[in-house]
């Protein structure tokens, strides 16, 4: 057996430092990481559970509180949590703090928690959160929860990776506008309103009902669930709705999400095969020219390259 089998082979029992190292070759592109891939058995019913919302709304404290909750109703669960985080420096300190503020169930067998840094695709996800999701859903773990900063495109990316997408929002991100003009609408799968135990909840959720219900899909109606992390309240309505929604999403809506998880990859790695050096150094050249143009540069540099 080589390297890679037994590692994928101790995966697939859930041995937790197999877990971590096939994650670690597969974020960083290291030989095996397209036989891991290729060799993983993905337990399709597991329920990937996307977390995303602005910074500082209680997503970490909030799927913490989560944790226990579902340790409590369902004693000898296996949990996997992979936190993303973005790059940018003023963050920096954001990685250390998810860990911590985790830390509680840190060193319980039942939870893997995992971070992974955002590697600027587009101010998106981590390029390689979809396959380290899957790494996870094939490791024996009964759910599988990723946190993303609702920032930039990473919203948009998660609701093409989690069965079920989960808006977390507090009562003074504003009023209802707000929540329409960042499309937020079309990837919710369940909103919660954390923080409620502050001033302003009730009339900010009452707002929030009335436009998730006029925007439900005919099989689904999005609920608004009234969370305090911090004081685990709300978590037994929260659960119930997950499980109730990944029902629907994993029977119902499995095609689609595949078939958007092909076009990512796919098109994952076709820009693999850019060279974004030499890219950016004919662009700079050619953009100094008289008469430049974008389309027939491109153009030029594809079939030059053999994309085309
Ligand atoms: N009052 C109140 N504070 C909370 C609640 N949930 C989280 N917080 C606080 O909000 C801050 C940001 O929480 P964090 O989980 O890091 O947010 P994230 O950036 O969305 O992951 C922390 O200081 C939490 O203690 C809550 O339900 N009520
Ligand atoms: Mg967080």
Known sequence: MNDISALLKGLHNGDSRSI??????VENDLPGS???????HLQEKVPVIGFTGPPGAGKSTLINALLSH??????????AVLAIDPTS??????????RLRMSEHFNNESIFIRSAATRGSLGGLSSRTLEISDILKAAGFQYVIVETVGVGQSEVEIAGLADTTIVVLVPEAGDEIQALKSGIME??????????D????EGFAKNLMALAHSNSPALWNIPVIKTSASISQGLDELLTQIQQHGNIAINKRKPSLLFEKA???ISISRMKVVDKKQLSENILTASQLPGFNLYSFVKAFMLKNKLE
């Open 263 to 265: 076009m990512r990859l």
């Open 34 to 40: 397209e036989e891991i891939l290729a060799g993983l």
């Open 20 to 25: 971590a190292r096939c994650i670690t070759i």
């Open 198 to 201: 502050r001033d302003g909840s």
């Open 70 to 79: 579902i340790l409590q109703k369902e004693p000898g669960s296996k949990i």
């Open 89 to 98: 420096s003023f963050n920096f300190g954001s990685l250390l703090g998810d």
């Open 187 to 196: 990837i919710a799968d369940i909103f919660v309103v954390n923080k409620s």
